[in-house]
T-cell receptor, first 114, second 114 residues
Framework: DTAVSQTPKYLVTQMGNDKSIKCEQNLGHDTMYWYKQDSKKFLKIMFSYNNKELIINETVPNRFSPKSPDKAHLNLHINSLELGDSAVYFC?????????????FGQGTRLTVV | AQKITQTQPGMFVQEKEAVTLDCTYDTSDQSYGLFWYKQPSSGEMIFLIYQGSYDEQNATEGRYSLNFQKARKSANLVISASQLGDSAMYFCERRSGNTGKLIFGQGTTLQVKP
């Protein structure tokens, strides 16, 4: 009964490949996020989706594209992977209001580009 | 640019003692939220405590409390009666109530000594 689940947990791939990371939440939240945590542990927001609309799009390369087929899913697709894309990617969801604004995180996907 | 600062890269505390982790932020928003998350060595992100900018009382959650000083733009996390399991990295986050934009501090690594 994981609240926010992302797959795969580990992903090793070669430069130039295209890959996707899937995220699903069963909390009924309206907003989902993708974060990147680099090797120095810095956390940075990449995307935020609210009711299937992109509301924050930080300055990330357009090789990264979030795709939300429905409110419960926000997948991250990455084209032409580069060495610098190696990081841990976290998916999260939240809902402002009575249920609390805190974000619930997935377990993270460690992406290694070789 | 609006930013959030955690000035302590690493902290040590003796088991059963209290510890304060610093967080200062820069914002022009009237409405915003402040969050603390814990990231143990296993990598998951765990929500600890939330403070709204309009909340007059400091937030408390069990052994965690937030020392919110709005005029000084600080939101320090206080952990009372430290336990060995508190050893982790701690992140402060600010979220704009107007734009939804959010930003993390660079994190503080806490080590609890037996």
């Amino acid at each position: 009964d994981t609240a926010v689940s992302q797959t795969p947990k580990y992903l090793v791939t070669q430069m130039g490949n295209d890959k996707s990371i899937k995220c699903e939440q069963n909390l009924g939240h309206d907003t989902m996020y993708w974060y990147k945590q680099d090797s120095k542990k810095f956390l940075k927001i990449m995307f935020s989706y609210n009711n299937k609309e992109l509301i924050i799009n930080e300055t990330v390369p357009n090789r990264f594209s979030p795709k939300s087929p429905d409110k419960a899913h926000l997948n991250l697709h990455i084209n032409s992977l580069e060495l610098g894309d190696s990081a841990v990617y976290f998916c999260a969801s939240s809902q402002d209001g009575g249920q609390g604004p805190e974000a619930f995180f997935g377990q993270g996907t460690r992406l290694t580009v070789v | 640019a609006q930013k959030i600062t955690q000035t302590q890269p690493g902290m040590f505390v003796q088991e059963k003692e209290a510890v304060t982790l610093d967080c200062t932020y820069d914002t022009s928003d009237q409405s915003y939220g402040l969050f603390w998350y814990k990231q143990p060595s296993s990598g998951e992100m765990i929500f600890l405590i939330y403070q709204g900018s309009y909340d007059e009382q400091n937030a408390t959650e069990g052994r965690y409390s937030l020392n919110f000083q709005k005029a000084r733009k600080s939101a320090n996390l206080v952990i009372s009666a430290s336990q060995l399991g508190d050893s982790a990295m701690y992140f402060c986050e600010r979220r704009s109530g107007n734009t939804g934009k959010l930003i993390f501090g660079q994190g503080t690594t806490l080590q609890v000594k037996p």
